[in-house]
């Protein structure tokens, strides 16, 4: 509240109940707050009484659900890193099969390019011994 409404509401006061009774009402309204205020910190009082099992049952509850979330991470990075470990393995497997297949490949172009050579020779011998034979006298 800003000090302009506190003087609205000292004036308010003042034409309602009048600069005399202005005092006892003030004391009416102290004790009204005080006894508000007792009864509040009662109730506060009692709540905590009775709610201090509840307490330690949300820490039990809190404690089993850490507990349960921590076992599920280490599952989850047991399990990850198993995964990644067959990963791993094939992708091995799939680079060293690579490898063997492209080696046998390779070897079967060079023996068909050496068949191929050889039987290049081959043919230009037999043309040349062809043609030797039919311009020989």
């Known amino acids: ?7 609205v509401i000292v004036l308010i006061a003042l034409l309602l109940f009048g600069s ?3 005092p006892d009402v003030a004391r009416t309204l102290g004790k009204a707050m005080r006894e508000f205020q007792k009864a509040t910190n009662e109730i506060k009082r ?18 089993t659900i ?12 047991k399990h990850t890193g198993d995964i990644t470990s067959d990963i791993q393995e094939i992708k091995s497997n799939v ?29 230009t011998k037999t043309i040349h011994d062809e043609v030797k034979s039919d311009y020989s006298i």
């Open 1 to 7: 509240m800003g000090g302009g409404e506190i003087v």
């Open 20 to 22: 005399k009774a202005i």
């Open 66 to 77: 850490q507990n349960a979330r921590n076992n599920i991470q280490e599952g989850i990075r």
């Open 95 to 123: 680079e060293e099969g690579f490898k063997t297949q492209t080696s046998e490949i390779n070897n079967g172009i060079k023996d068909i390019q050496s068949d191929v050579t050889i039987g290049t020779e081959n043919i």
């Open 46 to 63: 009692e709540i905590n009484e009775s709610g201090g099992g509840i307490g330690d049952d949300i820490s039990d509850i809190r404690s």
